[in-house]
C-alpha cells in the first residue's frame, strides 16, 4: 500500500502513526529529538496535559484510553483560591465527568511504545532538513550529521510550532500564515508528594490562584505529587522580567500564593534553573501540497493551553483524518483537501476560545456577576440535561463540532441574560422554591433550550 512518513513523534506524530499502520500502511517516524524513554530530561518541557472525551475518545480508537485513563488522575472541577484563603469549588460538568491529568512525557511514553507494537519504525535523533516539494523527496540528517534523502507515497508533518516542513510550505506562493505570541509565558514548579498531603487540599481538581494579570494552576500526579503552572506576563510588575531576585519571588509568593508556598522545596532553584515557555496561536492555509505532504497537529494550528484543548485537538485530528484516509485513500490529495475544508473553519473556532478562555481564568473567575452566570449555567443544565449544556461542557465531554457548540451557546446566553436582568436573581436562587421557579420561567419565555 506505500511507505508513509511522519515527521514528529510527539503525541499527534505517534498516534497518527497508529491509525495508519492499523490501515495497512508502512510507516516510518523520524524525530529530531533524543527517545523520551530512555533520557532523564527531556528536551520538550515536562508539562501536565488535562485529557477530555475528544481526546480520549480518539485514544479509544486505537486502543489506548483505558491505560491511559489508568496513567491518569481524574480531575472533577477546579478549586479557587482567594487572596483571603478562601476556596471555591467549580464543578466542570455533571458529578461523574472529570478531566484526566496527565504528564506529556507519560502520555506519549504510552503512544511510543503501542506505535512499536503495531510495528510502527521510530527512528530518534534524526530530524527533518528539507522537503523537496516537486518530488516529495524528504531531507534527513541524524546526529552524526549524515544526511540522505527517502521519497514516501506522503509525508504528515507533526512536528510543532516550529514545524520545518511548514517552513518549507511557506516558501511557496499563496501561502498564508501568521503567528501570535502570547504576552505571558509560563513555568513549571513541582510539589512533591509528601509536601502535597501537608496541604489536605482535594486531589481530583485543579488548584486555581487567579490574580488578575497573572495565576498559578496545579495539576495532580498519581503519585500524590503536584505540577504547578505559573502563568505571568514577560515585561511589566509582576514578571518574569521584575523577578531576578530570590527576595523577589518569595515576596510575590507570600502576597498572592501564600499557602502553596511553604509546599514548594527550594523555589527559587525550581524558578531560576529554566527559561519560561512561550505560548502561540499560529494559523496558517494550506495545510497541503498536493497529493505529498500534509500539516497536522500544532504545526497546522498551534493554540494557547488554556482551555487544555491543545492535545485534545491534535489526537482528533488523527481521528479524524483517518476516517477521510478510509473514505478517499489512495488519492491522497482529495484526502488532504477534504480533511483542511473540514477541520480548519473548527481549528480557528478552538483557537479563539482559548484566548478568551485564558482572560476568563485570570481576571473573571473572581468576578460575582461571572460566578452568577456560570452558577445559571449550571442549574438550567441540571433543570434540562438534554437541551441545554455550558459552553465547556459541549468543548470538554462531548465531541461536538466546535462551530456547533458556539451556535448554541449564543443561543442560550440569551436565556442567561434575561434571568441577569430578573431583579434580586441572586437572592431567588437561594429560595427554596427556586427550581420550580426557573422552570416556570423557561416555560413563559418559551425558552428554545
Same mark, same amino acid.
Given at each position: 500500500?506505500?511507505?508513509?512518513?511522519?515527521?514528529?513523534?510527539?503525541?499527534?506524530?505517534?498516534?497518527?502513526?497508529?491509525?495508519?499502520?492499523?490501515?495497512?500502511?508502512?510507516?516510518?517516524?523520524?524525530?529530531?529529538?533524543? /527517545?523520551?524513554?530512555?533520557?532523564?530530561? &527531556?528536551?520538550?518541557?515536562?508539562?501536565?496535559?488535562?485529557?477530555?472525551?475528544?481526546?480520549?475518545?480518539?485514544?479509544?480508537?486505537?486502543?489506548?484510553?483505558?491505560?491511559? *485513563?489508568?496513567?491518569?488522575?481524574?480531575?472533577?472541577?477546579?478549586?479557587?483560591?482567594?487572596?483571603?484563603?478562601?476556596?471555591?469549588?467549580?464543578?466542570?460538568?455533571?458529578?461523574?465527568?472529570?478531566?484526566?491529568?496527565?504528564?506529556? @512525557?507519560?502520555?506519549?511514553?504510552?503512544?511510543?511504545?503501542?506505535?512499536?507494537?503495531?510495528?510502527?519504525?521510530?527512528?530518534?535523533?534524526?530530524?527533518?532538513?528539507?522537503? /523537496?516539494?516537486?518530488?516529495?523527496?524528504?531531507?534527513?540528517?541524524?546526529?552524526?550529521?549524515?544526511?540522505?534523502?527517502?521519497?514516501?507515497?506522503?509525508?504528515?508533518?507533526?512536528?510543532?510550532?516550529?514545524?520545518?516542513?511548514?517552513?518549507?510550505?511557506?516558501?511557496?506562493?499563496?501561502?498564508?500564515? $501568521?503567528?501570535?505570541? $502570547?504576552?505571558?509565558?509560563? =513555568?513549571?514548579?513541582?510539589?512533591?508528594?509528601?509536601?502535597?498531603?501537608?496541604?489536605? !487540599?482535594?486531589?481530583?481538581?485543579?488548584?486555581?490562584?487567579?490574580? $488578575?494579570?497573572?495565576?498559578?494552576?496545579?495539576?495532580?500526579?498519581?503519585?500524590?505529587?503536584?505540577?504547578? $503552572?505559573?502563568?505571568?506576563?514577560?515585561?511589566?510588575?509582576?514578571?518574569?522580567?521584575?523577578?531576578?531576585? *530570590?527576595?523577589?519571588?518569595?515576596?510575590?509568593?507570600?502576597?498572592?500564593?501564600?499557602?502553596?508556598?511553604?509546599?514548594?522545596?527550594?523555589? &527559587?532553584?525550581?524558578?531560576?534553573?529554566?527559561?519560561? @515557555?512561550?505560548?502561540?496561536?499560529?494559523? =496558517?492555509?494550506?495545510?497541503?501540497?498536493?497529493?505529498?505532504?500534509?500539516?497536522?497537529?500544532?504545526?497546522?494550528?498551534?493554540?494557547?493551553?488554556?482551555?487544555?484543548?491543545?492535545?485534545?485537538?491534535?489526537?482528533?485530528?488523527?481521528?479524524?483524518? /483517518?476516517?477521510?484516509?478510509?473514505?478517499?485513500?489512495?488519492? !491522497?490529495?482529495?484526502?488532504?483537501?477534504?480533511?483542511?475544508?473540514?477541520?480548519?473553519?473548527?481549528?480557528?473556532?478552538?483557537?479563539?476560545? =482559548?484566548?478568551?478562555?485564558?482572560?476568563?481564568?485570570?481576571?473573571?473567575?473572581?468576578?460575582?456577576?461571572?460566578?452568577?452566570?456560570?452558577?445559571?449555567?449550571?442549574?438550567?443544565?441540571?433543570?434540562?440535561?438534554?437541551?441545554?449544556?455550558?459552553?465547556?461542557?459541549?468543548?470538554?465531554?462531548?465531541?461536538?463540532?466546535?462551530?456547533?457548540?458556539?451556535?448554541?451557546?449564543?443561543?442560550?446566553?440569551?436565556?442567561?441574560?434575561?434571568?441577569?436582568?430578573?431583579?434580586?436573581?441572586? /437572592?431567588?436562587?437561594?429560595?427554596?422554591?427556586?427550581?420550580?421557579?426557573?422552570?416556570?420561567?423557561?416555560?413563559?419565555?418559551?425558552?428554545?433550550?
Amino acid at each position: 500500500m506505500g511507505s508513509l512518513i511522519i515527521i514528529g513523534a510527539g503525541l499527534v506524530g505517534t498516534a497518527l502513526s497508529i491509525y495508519l499502520t492499523k490501515r495497512g500502511y508502512r510507516v516510518t517516524v523520524y524525530e529530531r529529538s533524543e /527517545d523520551v524513554r530512555t533520557t532523564l530530561k &527531556s528536551t520538550r518541557p515536562s508539562v501536565n496535559l488535562t485529557l477530555c472525551e475528544r481526546g480520549l475518545r480518539s485514544l479509544d480508537r486505537i486502543g489506548l484510553r483505558q491505560i491511559v *485513563e489508568r496513567s491518569s488522575v481524574p480531575a472533577y472541577g477546579r478549586f479557587i483560591h482567594h487572596k483571603n484563603g478562601e476556596m471555591v469549588y467549580q464543578p466542570y460538568g455533571r458529578e461523574e465527568q472529570a478531566l484526566y491529568s496527565i504528564s506529556r @512525557n507519560e502520555l506519549n511514553t504510552i503512544l511510543l511504545n503501542a506505535a512499536e507494537e503495531h510495528g510502527v519504525r521510530i527512528v530518534f535523533s534524526t530530524g527533518c532538513l528539507d522537503i /523537496d516539494l516537486s518530488t516529495g523527496e524528504v531531507r534527513l540528517e541524524d546526529a552524526a550529521g549524515h544526511s540522505w534523502g527517502e521519497t514516501p507515497t506522503c509525508t504528515f508533518a507533526a512536528d510543532g510550532c516550529f514545524s520545518t516542513v511548514r517552513s518549507r510550505l511557506q516558501r511557496k506562493e499563496r501561502f498564508d500564515y $501568521s503567528q501570535h505570541y $502570547s504576552t505571558q509565558g509560563y =513555568c513549571e514548579l513541582h510539589v512533591p508528594p509528601d509536601a502535597s498531603r501537608l496541604s489536605a !487540599w482535594p486531589r481530583n481538581g485543579l488548584h486555581l490562584w487567579p490574580r $488578575s494579570e497573572h495565576m498559578l494552576i496545579t495539576f495532580p500526579n498519581r503519585d500524590g505529587s503536584l505540577t504547578c $503552572s505559573l502563568h505571568l506576563p514577560f515585561e511589566g510588575q509582576p514578571s518574569y522580567e521584575s523577578l531576578s531576585s *530570590e527576595s523577589d519571588l518569595i515576596e510575590l509568593f507570600k502576597t498572592d500564593f501564600s499557602n502553596l508556598l511553604p509546599l514548594i522545596p527550594n523555589l &527559587s532553584t525550581q524558578f531560576f534553573e529554566q527559561r519560561p @515557555n512561550t505560548m502561540l496561536t499560529i494559523r =496558517c492555509s494550506p495545510w497541503s501540497f498536493e497529493d505529498k505532504v500534509l500539516l497536522i497537529g500544532d504545526s497546522a494550528h498551534a493554540i494557547l493551553p488554556s482551555y487544555g484543548q491543545g492535545a485534545n485537538v491534535g489526537l482528533e485530528d488523527c481521528a479524524i483524518l /483517518d476516517e477521510i484516509v478510509g473514505r478517499y485513500a489512495p488519492d !491522497w490529495k482529495r484526502a488532504f483537501i477534504a480533511f483542511e475544508q473540514l477541520r480548519k473553519p473548527e481549528t480557528e473556532i478552538i483557537a479563539d476560545l =482559548c484566548y478568551e478562555h485564558f482572560v476568563e481564568l485570570q481576571k473573571f473567575t473572581l468576578d460575582p456577576t461571572f460566578r452568577l452566570r456560570r452558577r445559571l449555567e449550571r442549574i438550567l443544565h441540571e433543570l434540562f440535561p438534554g437541551e441545554f449544556a455550558t459552553l465547556y461542557s459541549m468543548i470538554t465531554f462531548t465531541s461536538m463540532p466546535f462551530s456547533e457548540a458556539l451556535r448554541k451557546d449564543r443561543e442560550q446566553q440569551k436565556i442567561i441574560d434575561k434571568l441577569m436582568r430578573y431583579p434580586n436573581i441572586a /437572592d431567588r436562587l437561594e429560595q427554596k422554591d427556586s427550581q420550580l421557579w426557573l422552570e416556570k420561567f423557561a416555560v413563559l419565555h418559551q425558552a428554545k433550550i
